[in-house]
T-cell receptor
Framework: DTGVSQNPRHKITKRGQNVTFRCDPI?????LYWYRQTLGQGPEFLTY????????KSRLLSDRFSAERPKGSFSTLEIQRTEQGDSAMYLC?????????????FGSGTRLTVV | GQQLNQSPQSMFIQEGEDVSMNCTSS?????WLWYKQEPGEGPVLLIA?????ELTSNGRLTAQFGITRKDSFLNISASIPSDVGIYFC?????????????FGKGTKLSVKP
């Protein structure tokens, strides 16, 4: 296991289409996070899971966004009816809670372009 | 969304020079993290700080958790060309959620050989 894996790396979609991204965290990590990053900004929190439970959702996560982590391993982030404002880098991260180490390990991200 | 105040926004330095950057907030934090991000990649963790006043080094990098718990500093000594990238501070508020790590806007570092 070499780190957090995200697929696809790049996605170009037409406005109004649905898209789904996948994240495979570090296998022993129990927490998984989704962040969004736009140009010139730091990552912004969207949501996180502990095992399969979604524990928090940001106000940035509109009704068009849904995230799942059905078996407490990989996670998917779906955006329905995409808008141009959804264009961003979507980052996934994972961590192991309970060790006192709060450093998140990030994946390389999925860059979404809505045209 | 809420972000930390990170400065400077960008730095252009000569190879061999030392670099300092900082991050401030109006809220109290219980964790400060420093990340580096290169183009097309996710952020990579450099240093993590968990106690006020803590000073931690990672090679040529040194970071400190401010005594007031509202700020943090990162120093890079004797910079080299591969230090180029965007450096982000990130923190977890004492009153915040356990999952929400708040990021600064980043300091873009350019190193001239």
């Amino acid at each position: 296991d070499t780190g957090v894996s995200q697929n696809p790396r790049h996605k170009i979609t037409k406005r109004g289409q649905n898209v789904t991204f996948r994240c495979d965290p570090i296998s022993e990590h129990n927490r998984l996070y989704w962040y969004r990053q736009t140009l010139g900004q730091g990552p912004e929190f969207l949501t996180y899971f502990q095992n399969e439970a979604q524990l928090e959702k940001s106000r940035l996560l509109s009704d068009r966004f849904s995230a799942e982590r059905p078996k407490g391993s990989f996670s998917t982030l779906e955006i329905q009816r995409t808008e141009q404002g959804d264009s961003a880098m979507y980052l996934c991260a994972s961590s192991l809670v309970g060790t006192g180490n709060y450093g998140y390990t990030f994946g390389s991200g999925t860059r979404l372009t809505v045209v | 969304g809420q972000q930390l105040n990170q400065s400077p926004q960008s730095m252009f330095i000569q190879e061999g020079e030392d670099v300092s950057m900082n991050c401030t907030s109006s809220s109290i934090f219980n964790t400060w993290l420093w990340y580096k991000q290169e183009p097309g990649e996710g952020p990579v963790l450099l240093i993590a700080l968990y106690k006020a006043g803590e000073l931690t080094s990672n090679g040529r990098l040194t970071a400190q958790f401010g005594i007031t718990r509202k700020d943090s500093f990162l120093n890079i000594s004797a910079s080299i060309p591969s230090d180029v990238g965007i450096y982000f501070c990130a923190g977890r508020k004492v009153s915040g959620s356990q999952g929400n790590l708040i990021f600064g806007k980043g300091t873009k570092l350019s190193v001239k050989p």
